[in-house]
């Protein structure tokens, strides 16, 4: 796939666009004006691989939090701005690292202006987040009145000599998000942050998600990503790092491989491939594990990976990289093979 080469934004000291990685982002869910609760959150998130967090900042007790927020924030903080162009002009003094502004419910020159003045003596980025759920009034299907927001807003930055930008153009119906940015890539050079908005629970927020940002990414369309779920934040940085591995674009943590299982299945593989996965997350290093269930491709797939497991009547065959290195009973499978992942883990850089 051949990317779209944008023009690269620093979010604090994070790259977005140009030549850089994918970046992961998240948003908290807690309340801001918690600033404790918050920062913990936002510190489960950085261990967990997240790049960039948002946080909502919903009044001027939110905003005045930020100053404290940022100081023991890990990683570059957005402070996320509807309606009250205040609020970002607050944020903006709290030291945040980009803004999200929403042209669909901060409207009037005057206000953005204000806000882009300060941005720019603070070198700020800010991000247009246009949210096909709260538009401006207008003509034309979701993707034309989507796009001309994003460049009405686009416009009003650009002639105040301000190009420290990026765009998001999020809708839940993923067609519509799909056409949406393929529109707005070919008419702007800015960095693309993607996502799918109220994409739902982790289990029907996650399909939707991979479809929709990885149908983007593999079109070379996209520089950072978010997967909103309605559940843990964590899980969207777990989600996140899934789409991007799928697609050979980011290395983070252990790769699963398992057989769905069938009638020819002779040991308990859903049993033993949740129980492995589990104990893969105190891994970080890109480790491939194939978890197979029969002789059929199991034997195929685990020498493929750096270790893996082919079960057969109640007996498990271990690999590591391609050659067998023992046989054992069901009972002794996971710690087997849990064994030979950490040692190829110890062996990586």
Excluded: W
Aim: net charge neutral; hydrophobic share 40%; aromatic share 4%.
């Amino acid at each position: 796939m051949t990317r779209r080469r944008s023009k690269p934004v620093f979010i604090g000291p994070v790259q977005v666009g140009g030549d850089a990685p994918i970046v992961v982002q998240s948003m908290t869910n807690t309340d801001t004006r918690d600033i404790a609760s918050t920062v913990r959150q936002i510190q489960r998130l950085a261990e967990n691989g997240c790049e960039i967090v948002r946080v909502a900042v919903p009044d001027q007790e939110a905003a005045e939090a930020l100053a404290q927020i940022k100081k023991q924030a890990p990683v570059p903080l957005v402070a996320d701005i509807h309606f009250d162009y205040r609020l970002a002009l607050s944020a903006l003094r709290a030291g945040v690292d980009a803004l999200r502004l929403n042209p669909g419910n901060i409207r009037r020159k005057e206000q953005v202006k204000a806000v882009v003045k300060a941005a720019k003596e603070r070198q700020t980025p800010i991000r247009i987040g246009v949210n096909g759920g709260s538009l401006p009034p207008g003509e034309g299907d979701m993707v034309e009145r989507m796009v001309t927001a994003a460049l009405g807003h686009v416009r009003i930055l650009e002639d105040l000599d301000f190009d420290l930008i990026k765009l998001s153009l999020k809708a839940f119906d993923v067609p519509t998000t799909v056409e949406a940015y393929r529109s707005i890539a070919a008419k702007v050079p800015y960095p693309l942050h993607l996502g799918i908005t109220e994409a739902g629970t982790p289990r029907a927020g996650s399909i939707r998600s991979a479809v929709g940002i990885g149908t983007l990414l593999y079109l070379g369309i996209g520089d950072t990503i978010r997967v909103s779920l309605t559940g843990d934040p964590c899980e969207e940085v777990y989600v996140a790092y899934e789409i991007l591995k799928s697609l050979n674009l980011r290395e983070r943590g252990p790769i699963l491989v398992s057989c769905p299982t069938c009638g020819r299945t002779e040991i308990d593989l859903i049993g033993l491939a949740t129980k492995i996965e589990d104990r893969l997350q105190a891994i970080g290093k890109p480790v491939r594990v194939a978890v197979m269930g029969c002789v059929v491709n199991g034997p195929g797939e685990a020498k493929e990976a750096d270790v893996g497991i082919a079960g057969g009547k109640g007996r498990a065959v271990i690999f590591r990289r391609g050659e067998i290195v023992r046989t054992v009973d069901e009972g002794e499978a996971l710690e087997a093979l849990m064994a030979e992942a950490l040692a190829v883990a110890d062996e990586l850089k």
